[in-house]
């Protein structure tokens, strides 16, 4: 195994520890050398991918919503119908962040804990907002349909955080069923 190999598989390993101390239940601190310590490797080989701590929890955050961007695409890429669309894509992101709470709690939660990502969510929300806006078919005025799509990218993220901090108490069954209504009746608007 060539060193580029080896360099890609312990950036590998630090973006899963950042993901696991980043959405620690508790809104674990992370700081290198916990990083290290998790990861089993020493400090030279954090620096050899990161400058800093704080460059680290922004790339663990980018990682996250580049993660679930792409799942929301790839759901949502072979449907059709309101119906179905909302369905593929609501069923993606509990998939990656409800059955994988702490890839949850850093997209979602982490921003409005860590200050080094103070804004980062609304940085992130653009590209959930266009994701939504090719799904609103029925919406024919765009500006319009901007404002469904940034109200129901809103709507949501509000959701899942409740949803992953245990303040909406309901199954996953009703909760996945309210926001596929939620997208299917914004496009109806």
Same mark, same amino acid.
């Given at each position: ?15 899963? &520890?950042?993901?696991?101390?980043? @959405?620690? #239940?508790?809104?674990? =601190?992370?700081?290198?050398?916990? %990083?290290?310590?998790?990861? !089993? ?56 962040? &409800?059955?994988?709470?702490?890839? @949850?709690? #850093?997209?979602?939660? =982490?921003?409005?804990?860590?200050? %080094?990502?103070?804004?980062? !969510? ?68």
């Amino acid at each position: 195994m060539g060193i580029e190999e080896r360099r890609a598989i312990r950036k590998a390993t630090l973006f899963d &520890v950042g993901v696991t101390l980043l @959405g620690a #239940v508790d809104g674990s =601190a992370v700081n290198v050398r916990a %990083v290290c310590k998790a990861a !089993g490797l020493t400090e030279r080989y954090f620096y050899e991918s990161f400058t800093d701590r704080d460059e680290y929890v922004v790339s663990v955050h980018s990682f996250v919503a580049e993660r679930a961007q792409s799942a929301l695409a790839t759901a949502v890429a072979t449907e059709s119908g309101t119906e179905a669309v909302a369905t593929a894509a609501v069923d993606a992101f509990v998939k990656l962040m &409800v059955d994988d709470p702490a890839m @949850g709690r #850093v997209l979602l939660i =982490a921003p409005l804990s860590e200050p %080094v990502l103070n804004g980062r !969510g609304i940085q992130s929300m653009p590209a959930f907002v266009d994701l939504v806006y090719a799904q609103l078919s029925e919406i024919s005025d765009p500006v319009d349909k901007q404002l469904v799509a940034v109200g129901l990218v809103g709507a949501l993220f509000t959701l899942f955080i409740g949803y992953l901090d245990g303040s909406i108490d309901i199954d996953r069954e009703r909760f996945v069923a309210h926001c596929v209504r939620l997208l299917t009746r914004a496009n109806h608007a």
